[in-house]
């Protein structure tokens, strides 16, 4: 070999063995390419809003009160026959708070399962739906149904004996009215004997503050002494009967109601409930 053909030779490499391969990994164009990741990274998302889960679509709520069909209630809404806490409602999207009355043309609806519960109230439970009154007779009833039912009338706290629970509006309409209402029978024991022109007194009727104050009957108890007395009266109250023996000067010891209308304790111990059998309830609706 020549001195021109040995120069030749070292100025060009051969393209082959490792001079070949250190020219490539200092090559611009051969950097090694990071590909793609597989799956793209997420990108964090706003938290949902999440309403109230009692709340409920105003058109579910009529139509859940057996008034009509979900569509038919959005007619309804739109022509102004819906209205919440006696505000009219046209919102199609509007929801009803627990709570919230509503009414459809003007009569009151509910959308819960109609629920009438007969309790056996014993002593020592206040006759409230509020709280923080200690022991109540929703205490009572709190495992009766889930639908939201109140006591109609009233038991004092130291009274004991039958207690209707509804959220049927009509049904517990019917003891509100102290002519046309639901009469009560309630046994009463006194602290001394009634005399029997006071027994015809209240039976007959008197003023008390300028109110007439009536009763349906008064009765001594047979078999019993003549401080205990049958007494049956319309009112809802616990208080009137108490305002009739004061104003003849008798106390009460004991206050009893036995029966309300046709319902009556048989079977329903002290302290313990009932639903009202279909045949009982007709015989209410009935009075």
Not at 45 to 67: C, F, H, Q, W
Not at 248 to 259: Q, T
Not at 266 to 280: C, Y
Request: net charge positive; charged share 30%; glycine share 10%.
């Amino acid at each position: 070999m020549n001195r021109h053909q040995g120069s030749k030779g070292k100025g060009k490499p051969s393209g082959r063995g490792h001079g070949n391969t250190r020219s490539e990994s200092h090559a611009r164009g051969n950097a090694p390419i990071k590909k793609a990741s597989a799956t793209p990274k997420k990108t964090p998302s706003a938290p949902k809003k999440t309403g109230n889960p009692d709340e409920i679509r105003l058109n579910k709520y009529v139509a859940n009160s057996g008034m009509c069909s979900r569509r038919e209630a959005d007619v309804h809404i739109a022509t102004g026959l819906v209205s919440v806490n006696g505000k009219v409602i046209v919102e199609m999207g509007y929801k009803v708070k627990p709570g919230d009355e509503v009414r459809y043309d003007g009569a009151r609806i509910n959308p819960e399962k109609k629920a009438y519960v007969l309790l056996n109230k014993p002593k020592g439970f206040a006759t409230t739906t509020s709280e923080g009154k200690g022991r109540t007779v929703m205490d009572l009833v709190a495992n009766a149904t889930t639908s939201r039912i109140k006591p109609v009338g009233r038991l004092g706290r130291n009274s004991k004996g039958l207690l209707f629970f509804t959220n049927d509006d009509a049904i517990a309409a019917k003891f509100t009215n102290s002519k046309h209402g639901v009469a009560r029978l309630f046994h009463v024991e006194l602290d001394k004997n009634l005399k029997l022109e006071d027994l015809k007194k209240i039976q007959a009727g008197f003023k008390f503050e300028g109110k007439l104050i009536e009763v349906e009957e008064i009765s001594y108890i047979d078999g019993a002494a003549k401080k205990e007395i049958g007494l049956k009266i319309k009112n809802t109250g616990n208080t009137i009967i108490r305002t009739i023996f004061d104003y003849f000067k008798y106390d009460i010891i004991n206050l009893d109601c036995v029966a309300i209308g046709p319902l009556t304790k048989k079977d329903i111990p002290r302290g313990s409930w009932k639903h009202l059998t279909e045949q009982e309830l007709n015989m209410l609706k009935m009075l």
